[in-house]
Nanobody
Framework: QLQLVESGGGLVQPGGSLRLSCVVT????????IGWFRQAPGKEREGVSCLSMSGGGLTTYADSVKGRFTASRDNGKNTVYLQMNSLKLEDTAVYFCAARAYSDCSGVALTAPRYWGQGTQVTVSS
């Protein structure tokens, strides 16, 4: 079974930090592009970051998070991360990771993901 499971969400004050993890099972991370998405209640899902498959050399970020968020991967642990610093109220959303094999990131949003995680809630509040 191919799965992605996010974790690391929670309640944090503005200016705080969280690190989200996305553990993938059932496939090798080596040849998958990974996208981070988020969706706030009543809002459209938006791309946050995209990591090209290993060796692709492309990692993209939405303008709203660039400089604050850092996406990375650890292929040995079959895990991707989203380090979120200087969190803002508008970062509140459910965050999802998604995967597509043999893909690179041509934009901030991974194109046509095949696999999705269940999401993890990030709430930024005073």
């Amino acid at each position: 079974q191919l799965q992605l499971v996010e974790s690391g969400g929670g309640l944090v004050q503005p200016g705080g930090s969280l690190r989200l993890s996305c553990v993938v099972t059932g496939f090798s991370l080596d040849y998958y592009a990974i996208g981070w998405f988020r969706q706030a209640p009543g809002k459209e899902r938006e791309g946050v970051s995209c990591l090209s498959m290993s060796g692709g050399g492309l990692t993209t970020y939405a303008d709203s998070v660039k400089g604050r968020f850092t996406a990375s991967r650890d292929n040995g642990k079959n895990t991707v991360y989203l380090q979120m610093n200087s969190l803002k109220l508008e970062d509140t959303a459910v965050y999802f990771c998604a995967a597509r094999a043999y893909s690179d990131c041509s934009g901030v949003a991974l194109t046509a993901p095949r696999y999705w995680g269940q999401g993890t809630q990030v709430t930024v509040s005073s």
